[in-house]
């Protein structure tokens, strides 16, 4: 028996779904957070949230749908993982699963075959995660910004 469900964000779940997004990114702008979350909500992925039995949110997962190259699909459009957070006090008790198979879920009824993601090269725990929920690395890579008005 679960003490919590994974359900699509509507918006009602507007202020803790800013509230979780502020959480996972943390030097991100208010504003920038809200612009995004507004452009989720009319995109075509997908928002789940994980919430207690008195409907508070905990957990967030975001998919969008990418329809540029992706490494390592092989299609051309593919539902990426750009968001991924549980509450500490949540975390090790299957939430992160939860949130991953509601939005696979969704993909696969979509049509999708496959689901994307990342993760920073030093958050080791998050690499270890994607790989025991089914992901398999496909790419290493270090990216690289020239400012042209220095």
Request: proline share 2%; aromatic share 10%.
């Amino acid at each position: 028996m679960s003490d919590f469900q994974i359900c699509a964000a509507t918006s009602t779940g507007d202020e803790a779904w800013s509230r979780l997004r502020a959480a996972l990114w943390p030097d991100c702008s208010i504003e920038r957070l809200n612009l995004e979350r507004e452009l989720y909500r009319r995109s075509p992925g997908a928002v789940a949230l994980a919430v207690d039995e008195n409907d508070h949110a905990f957990g967030f997962a975001e998919v969008s749908i990418r329809r540029e190259h992706v490494t390592g699909s092989r299609d051309d459009v593919v539902p990426y993982l750009e968001g991924w957070y549980v509450d500490e006090a949540w975390r090790g008790k299957q939430v992160g699963r939860a949130l991953i198979d509601f939005v696979s879920d969704w993909a696969r009824s979509a049509g999708y075959r496959e689901i994307a993601s990342d993760a920073e090269l030093e958050n080791v725990l998050s690499q270890h995660v994607h790989k025991r929920l089914g992901f398999r690395e496909v790419d290493r890579t270090v990216s690289f910004i020239k400012d042209l008005d220095a």
